[in-house]
């Protein structure tokens, strides 16, 4: 009797334990797929149901590797019937789990379609109509941003290259994020470690700086810090920003993190926390936004993020946005069917600064996408407000196929246009790249008539003749044309050759300003001399200019 007490007591004792290993190794591998994976702990995360029927299945092949014996039967034998309840009997909860939560992510995208919900997607974005001349002001010249992502990135990697102290150990790390910087745009990105023996050799001191890109004077430089950055997507352990992040927020469910600096310099993180807001998985909004310092790795949640913050909303979501608005206007089947009075936004994006704050621009147009588009959206990275304005015209790709065809002899290529008002117009401005992936032309196109295609090797000399093309076009009226006209004598005159191009400053006496004269479009600043009586006529200046675009001499 003995003998068998103590295999019952055996038996229940060998269950336990293989069940305590299956949940270990269970444990284990979880934990690895969490480190790696990094899902947000959240049901209306999909990466959640996904990391539940991983800890399943390996919950039941462990099972099945610890059980082999369990089926011997009286003669030694393996009995099928009773490994198979043994099976039964340890995998059955896990495997009724594992159906739950395949059955609830299949449930939860089918009441999160549009079909269902058209109504409450299309109210995902709030949008308004705007007036285009009243709401979009002239930009300044010191205000264009005159580079594009890839060339604002060019310029960055390059002068990364001009720092024999850092090259050998850092690389620039793209990806950068425009904002604006003490009321001026600029593209910043952190610097990363070339590779792991340099991760493993620095990550004490951390990444020692950032790359700022002046996007209107296209300056680059790289800005040393006092304390090296901690956090980045170069730390390949729990330094690294997102598993930080998902450490300190394991519920939350992030857009990827964006480089910024505060108006004192200093390196952020900024994590917008993306909520579902229709049925299980539909309806991606933002709700506030986790702060990291990239130095210290001090984070803080706000529902309000605080003014100086420019990228919370990404260009992407407010497109996605839009796109329910503008096609579900008359519910989900006529979306697909008929399509009235369906809009879209178009395949491209740039940014616009206003009021210190960074908006999105994209242009609408109709189902079809054809050629011309109905107006276009502004809206800010930072609130979501949204505005449309009604202007019909080309579409951006129109815009930039007209812009390289004035210069097709050159081969520049066009990049994406930016929306400005000039003179009241709706204006695509455009610079031209050459294959080196630098700017050495500008464009201006008018969205309502875009064979209006106005060149220049400035931003100043291109909206003049742009305006000039206006006038002459009867779109604009003269006093409209934001210039001005200098008389005087010639007190000094000085030459320079720049982009190819021989440009002549000239100095009235009485004034401090020079006033640069281009020679192909001035043949007479050739004959120039000091003491002779001209007259310029010139763009107005800002405060501060030493050096205004002169575009017509007349010689006294």
Not at 7 to 33: C, D, W
Not at 211 to 238: C, H, W
Not at 408 to 421: E, M, S
Not at 457 to 471: G, K, N
Request: charged letters at 15%; hydrophobic letters at 40%.
């Amino acid at each position: 009797m003995r003998d068998t007490s103590d295999k019952m007591a055996r038996v229940p004792s060998g269950k336990a334990g293989k069940i305590l290993v299956n949940l270990v190794v269970t444990a284990v591998v979880g934990f690895i797929y969490f480190y790696v994976a990094l899902p947000a702990i959240n049901p209306q995360s999909t990466e959640f149901y996904t990391f539940l029927f991983m800890l399943c299945f390996v919950y039941i092949l462990s099972a099945l590797v610890t059980s082999g014996m369990q089926g011997v039967g009286k003669k030694g034998r393996v009995s099928m019937r009773e490994y198979l309840r043994f099976i039964k009997q340890q995998c059955l909860p896990v495997g009724i789990l594992m159906v739950v939560v395949v059955v609830g992510a299949f449930l939860g995208q089918i009441i999160s379609m549009p079909i269902f919900r058209a109504g409450a997607y299309r109210e995902l974005l709030t949008v308004e109509n705007g007036e285009f001349s009243q709401d979009i002001s002239q930009i300044s010249f010191n205000e264009i941003p005159t580079l594009d992502r890839d060339s604002a990135e060019y310029l960055g990697d390059r002068q990364m290259g001009t720092l024999s102290d850092m090259v050998s150990q850092f690389e620039y790390a793209g990806d950068s994020t425009q904002i604006n910087y003490q009321g001026r745009p600029v593209r910043v990105a952190p610097v990363a470690y070339a590779d792991l023996i340099k991760w493993f050799t620095n990550r004490g001191e951390g990444l020692p700086a950032y790359v700022l890109v002046d996007m209107v004077t296209q300056e680059a430089q790289v800005v040393r810090l006092q304390e090296g950055i901690k956090y980045s997507f170069s730390e390949p352990l729990n330094r690294n920003i997102y598993r930080h992040l998902r450490f300190q927020y394991p519920t939350f469910m992030f857009s990827t993190p964006r480089f910024e600096i505060d108006e004192d310099g200093q390196p952020w993180w900024v994590a917008p926390r993306m909520v579902k807001t229709i049925g299980l998985f539909g309806g991606t909004d933002i709700k506030g936004a986790v702060l990291c310092n990239a130095i210290t790795g001090e984070s803080q949640y706000y529902e309000e993020v605080p003014s100086w913050v420019d990228n919370v909303y990404t260009p992407q979501l407010i497109m996605q946005q839009y796109d329910y608005y503008g096609t579900l206007v008359n519910g989900f089947i006529n979306s697909i069917l008929g399509q009235r009075d369906v809009t879209v936004t178009t395949q491209g994006y740039n940014y616009i600064a206003l009021n210190d704050d960074v908006y999105v621009y994209t242009g609408i147009t109709s189902a079809n996408a054809d050629q011309s588009n109905l107006g276009f959206l502004l809206s800010n990275q930072r609130t979501k407000e949204t505005k449309f304005y009604t202007a019909p015209g080309a579409t951006e790709y129109a815009a930039q196929v007209s812009a390289q065809g004035v210069v097709q002899d050159l081969g520049y290529a066009a990049t994406f246009p930016l929306l400005l008002n000039i003179s009241g117009q709706p204006t695509y401005f455009i610079p031209l790249k050459d294959q080196a992936n630098l700017v050495k032309m500008y464009a201006m196109v008018n969205v309502a008539q875009y064979q209006i295609v106005a060149t220049g090797t400035t931003v100043s000399q291109c909206e003049q003749q742009y305006i000039r093309m206006l006038t002459e076009g009867g779109i604009t009226q003269t006093e409209e044309v934001p210039s001005t006209q200098a008389q005087g004598v010639v007190a000094e005159i000085r030459s320079a050759v720049l982009d190819g191009n021989t440009y002549y400053f000239v100095r009235l006496e009485g004034e401090e300003v020079f006033y640069s004269l281009s020679a192909a479009q001035n043949p007479e600043a050739v004959i120039l001399n000091v003491g002779d009586q001209v007259a310029i006529d010139h763009a107005v200046g800002q405060e501060g200019d030493s050096i205004l675009d002169g575009y017509f001499l007349e010689r006294k």
